[in-house]
């Protein structure tokens, strides 16, 4: 969808306090909820395939299903867009001027695939169960107004403002379960439940605000924004469970669950003046330009397996803002390795004056604002308990491959020509990344044989890997400018940067026999990559300045706070190891260097 207003190559007059408004709005809303509900006494298999995109061109669901599974980007982009222009034009109000684009895009995708077997005899009740969910929910949107060329002339205000806010909020559940009940303690009832999702969640935008090259004379504030506001909110869970067995051994039970989830956010805000020869505010008439960008992504993974013998889990789960999305095998081998083949698009912000004559009779401000904030919960627990008169056995496996990366800056600046301002004038630019990373890696596998001569065994195994990467950059300047002020003259950077990470791996083996041969397992790793990068730079050069006090701040907060624990716990062997790198101000390097 699409909407475009726009006064082009035209004289327009408004008297007796008419005022000019040229207003475009977009709003896109998609929701989608999806059941997939299988139930058997033996084999259970449900499977669900689900595309749903705002602001990308259709395409076949091989190509869809390619995309997904392999992160690859065989789709169109076609953003949701919303244009407000006025060009070439003359414009005389006797009221206000706004120029106003607004985009609002929404998608909402409920997923719910349950696979279940239950099958209930005497003897020889066995269970199978499948479940398969493949997602991919994709946004884009975004929103422009501008003045270009000719001339803007209004007894009231003038707003050039550009809004966009894309958002996703996907929900993904999926349970495979395999519970066989056999009456007789005698026979073998053997469970397999497996349980598979891919989840592809990606959002967009862009808000833009500008004059270019139009002269303007203004009896009352001026204000030039471009607002951006990219949400993405992601659940997914994944559960397999089997039970059966008998009291005797000799049953098969086994679950795995396998995840991969993959969440970015893109997105920018820019306003500026320039290439204009006279822009004027009378009647303590303000100039005011500010783009704001907010990206925030709020992801919970959470895989969960359960046996009466064997649990196998795996996830693997990326979220990133500010950085171009790539293949799954790209993305793998950057959290594996700690290589930087990901390319880095900064959730961007700017605000500048350039090149233009702005003469304020109240306050000039400056201002770019970017706030990328990223909060992930990553959870795989498997576990492994059978029980019996002997001949029990467990195993369990969980692993983790977790990657979040932030990427942000926010540059706000005046460059060429001349400001004047009644009173202050003010070059701001304020950068916050911050990540919140939970990941846990839990498996346990517990026997328990009454006869104390059963010769049972019991393995967990647990591993993870996790990167977090926090970059943002905060610059303002005013730079080969003639600046004048009846007030103070500031200008400042401001960064803050913060990553918490907290990471958690256990693995325990515990049950077997007293007097049996059996054995007791238990081994546990954990690989840790944390680091900071952030500057802020803020400066004068090369200007002249006629005013009252002159401020020029800088500020560089980084913060990283970094918990990891590694617990192993067995009967007979436990072998845990711990690799742990954090750094702030360091470049990223291989896991290997």
């Keep these: 969808s699409a909407a475009d207003a726009h006064i082009v190559d035209s004289d327009v007059a408004a008297g007796s306090g008419g005022g000019v408004t040229v207003e475009a709005e977009n709003t896109s809303t998609l929701d989608a909820k999806i059941v997939n509900a299988t139930t058997s006494g033996a084999v259970a298999v449900g499977a669900t395939l689900a595309f749903n995109t705002i602001g990308w061109e259709p395409q076949n669901t091989i190509f869809n299903l390619i995309d997904t599974l392999l992160g690859t980007s065989i789709g169109t982009e076609q953003p949701s867009d919303v244009s407000a222009t006025i060009s070439n034009s003359d414009i005389d109000a006797d009221g206000n001027i706004v120029v106003q684009a607004s985009s609002t895009a929404n998608l909402t995708a409920e997923i719910n695939n349950k696979a279940d077997a239950s099958a209930s005899a005497l003897v020889g009740a066995t269970g199978a169960s499948f479940g398969a969910v493949v997602s991919m929910n994709k946004v884009s949107s975004a929103a422009e107004a501008y003045t270009f060329g000719g001339s803007l002339k209004a007894n009231g205000t003038l707003t050039v403002s550009a809004l966009d806010s894309p958002v996703i909020a996907a929900t993904v559940s999926l349970a495979s379960t395999a519970q066989p009940s056999n009456i007789s303690p005698f026979s073998n009832g053997n469970a397999a439940g497996a349980a598979g999702v891919v989840a592809l969640n990606d959002v967009r935008g862009g808000a833009e605000a500008h004059v270019d090259g139009s002269t303007a004379d203004i009896n009352g504030n001026s204000l030039i924004q471009a607002l951006e506001d990219a949400t993405l909110n992601a659940t997914v869970t994944s559960e397999a469970k089997t039970s059966g067995g008998n009291t005797f051994g000799g049953s098969i039970s086994i679950a795995a669950s396998g995840l991969i989830a993959t969440n970015t956010v893109l997105s920018s805000a820019i306003a500026y003046i320039a290439n204009s020869t006279h822009f004027k505010t009378t009647n303590s008439g303000t100039v005011t330009v500010n783009a704001h960008n907010t990206s925030i992504v709020n992801a919970e993974v959470v895989n969960a397996i359960t046996s009466g013998a064997s649990a196998i889990g795996a996830t693997i789960a990326f979220n990133t803002i500010g950085w171009l999305p790539q293949n799954i095998l790209f993305n793998t081998i950057d959290a594996l390795l700690g290589t930087s083949?990901?390319?880095?698009?900064?959730?961007?912000?700017?605000?500048?004056?350039?090149?233009?004559?702005?003469?304020?009779?109240?306050?000039?401000?400056?201002?770019?604002?970017?706030?990328?904030?990223?909060?992930?919960?990553?959870?795989?627990?498997?576990?492994?308990?059978?029980?019996?008169?002997?001949?029990?056995?467990?195993?369990s496996f969980g692993a983790i491959l977790a990657m979040n990366r932030v990427s942000s800056a926010a540059k706000a600046y005046i460059s060429g020509e001349s400001a004047s301002a009644g009173s202050t004038l003010t070059v701001s630019a304020k950068d916050k990344p911050g990540i919140d990373a939970v990941v846990e890696v839990i498996s346990t596998s517990t026997i328990d044989s009454t006869s104390p001569f059963s010769d049972g065994s019991a393995t967990g195994f647990a591993g993870a890997i996790v990167m977090n990467d926090v970059r943002g950059g905060a610059v303002a300047y005013i730079d080969g400018a003639t600046v004048n002020a009846?007030?103070?003259?500031?200008?400042?950077?401001?960064?803050?940067?913060?990553?918490?990470?907290?990471?958690?791996?256990?693995?325990?083996?515990?049950?077997?026999?007293?007097?049996?041969?059996?054995?007791?397992?238990?081994a546990n790793g954990l690989i840790a990559t944390n680091l900071v990068l952030s500057a802020a730079s803020a400066y004068i050069n090369a200007s002249t300045c006629t005013c009252g006090a002159v401020s020029v701040n800088a500020q560089n907060t980084a913060n990283l706070g970094a918990t990891l624990e590694n617990a192993t716990s067995s009967g007979e062997t436990g072998i845990g190891a711990t690799l742990a790198f954090n750094t702030i101000g360091w470049e990223p390097q291989n896991l290997l260097f």
Aim: no cysteine; net charge negative.
């Design 486 to 522: 009846s007030g103070n003259v500031g200008v400042e950077a401001l960064e803050d940067a913060t990553l918490n990470a907290e990471l958690t791996t256990e693995a325990e083996a515990s049950g077997a026999a007293e007097f049996g041969n059996g054995t007791e397992l238990a």
């Design 341 to 395: 083949i990901g390319t880095e698009q900064p959730s961007d912000v700017k605000a500048y004056i350039q090149n233009s004559t702005v003469n304020a009779a109240g306050a000039v401000a400056i201002t770019a604002q970017s706030t990328a904030d990223l909060t992930a919960n990553v959870s795989n627990k498997s576990a492994a308990g059978s029980s019996g008169l002997t001949g029990q056995t467990g195993s």
